[in-house]
């Protein structure tokens, strides 16, 4: 798994590096059928995103078992209140800070390049706004994780089984092509030099902006204690260095149970909170992914999203993490659309978000594990969850017999 990942994140540095160095050696037909192959491809996307958001938001929640109606509802609204104040704050700092640094792309004279036409176009009907898919997924997963019901169970899990098929089997073996041919639209339009030259600063702002974000959210739950923030680190590094280089929040799961164990000093309660949300809770994408939406409008259009605007894609957005899947760009492929309908994205801007969102994926999955066991310390505090009797001291004797191994 972390080789096949590996493979595809190297396999999309490829192209942009092989665009870049070689793209004015590709003739235009070529540059308009991989043009068009993106493009379809987009079609497809858009057209199969509902049924997605629809089957993981509705697999997640009824997976919340155990029917407490307080406890589902605090869990539900908390991780959505955490990724919405990720995103706000990312668009508040990115919207700040890369006004002053970044200049919008120089656009080339008209004339100076022939336009680039796709060899074929088609488009797919909307059969279900995403909204509305969003809403049925989350007030089915609500109802039915409440009042189980075996059929619909097994359906949740069925159609959680498509969505992650048509993601895992269809969407990620032909991302490449869906790259390729925005990027050469990209490189034919004289703009695609100038996207890497923001490159740099981007990730730098990202990666400060979730490792900040992580140290203050873990400096709050120790009470503002150096030396409990210390510890808390000290526990959920494994965790993190994991994830970041499997770039896989599940694969560092058992590193996370134990970490939140030895914070919350309880395993029931880590076992609890973390499986539910390893995959809902995604701070490092919330972080990233809004980083890279607001430099790539103030790139192609020269201006930040304004407030009025960025809330309502935001406020979505934050639903939307509920039906992310746990695959390569699962995080940007929900949010794609949405983009390109609330904030007025091109295909050749999500395209952009997509390549650099890879690229960076190895901090965003670190910065998604750390936040997982920061929300599960803040969560245990807000919800007045207690510790039961007894486990304190075994997660106590666990923790020194692992360290005494060690």
């Known amino acids: 798994m972390v080789l096949k990942k590996l493979r595809l994140l190297f396999i999309l540095l490829g192209i942009f590096l092989f665009v870049a160095l070689f793209g004015e050696m ?7 059928f991989f043009y068009a192959i993106s493009l379809s491809l987009k079609q497809i996307l858009l057209f199969v995103i509902p049924f997605v958001i629809f089957s993981l938001v509705f697999y997640a929640l009824t997976s919340l078992k155990g029917g407490v109606f307080s406890f589902i509802t605090k869990l539900v609204s908390c991780v959505y209140l955490s990724n919405l104040t990720a995103i706000m704050l990312a668009y508040a700092l990115s919207s700040n800070v890369l006004t002053h640094i970044q200049k919008p792309f120089e656009r080339a004279p008209e004339g100076s ?21 969003l809403l049925v997924g989350f007030a089915c997963g609500i109802i039915f994780s409440l009042y189980p019901m075996k059929q619909a169970i097994r359906t949740a899990a069925l159609c959680n089984a498509g969505a992650n098929f048509f993601l895992k ?40 902006t979730q490792v900040t974000y992580m140290l203050f959210l873990y400096f709050t739950a120790a009470g503002f204690s150096t030396s409990r923030l210390g510890e808390y680190l000290k526990n959920m590094f ?11 929040s599940i694969a560092a799961m058992p590193l996370t149970l134990i970490g939140t164990e030895q914070n919350l000093k309880s395993s029931s309660l880590a076992r609890l909170i973390i499986p539910a949300t390893v995959n809902i809770h ?52 929900v949010a794609m659309p949405l983009m390109e309908k609330y904030l007025g994205f091109s295909p050749e801007m999500t395209g952009l978000i997509t390549v650099f969102y890879m690229l960076f994926d190895p901090f965003g999955t670190a910065t998604n594990v750390a936040g997982n066991g920061a929300f599960a310390l803040l969560f245990k505090k807000v919800a007045r969850l207690k510790v ?15 360290t005494s191994r060690a």
């Open 282 to 333: 995604t701070l490092g994408s919330a972080i990233g992914i809004t980083t890279l939406a607001v430099a790539t409008s103030l790139a192609f259009n020269g201006v930040v999203p304004d407030f009025e605007t960025f809330i309502h894609y935001a406020l979505f957005y934050a639903f939307a993490k509920f039906s992310v899947a746990a695959v390569p760009g699962g995080a940007v492929a």
């Open 238 to 248: 494994p965790a993190a260095v994991t994830a970041f280089s499997s770039m896989s």
């Open 26 to 32: 590709v003739s235009p037909q070529i540059k308009s």
């Open 388 to 402: 039961p009797a007894g486990e304190q001291k075994e997660v106590e004797k666990d923790a020194e017999l692992l």
């Open 113 to 133: 390049f022939d336009a680039l036409v796709p060899m074929w176009s088609f488009k797919l009907p909307e059969l279900i706004p995403n909204e509305i898919a």
């Open 169 to 208: 089997r269809m969407f990620i073996p032909v991302l490449p092509l869906f790259i390729l041919g925005l990027v050469l639209k990209l490189q034919n339009d004289q703009m695609l030099t100038q996207a890497i030259s923001i490159c740099g600063p981007v990730f730098l702002l990202i990666v400060g």
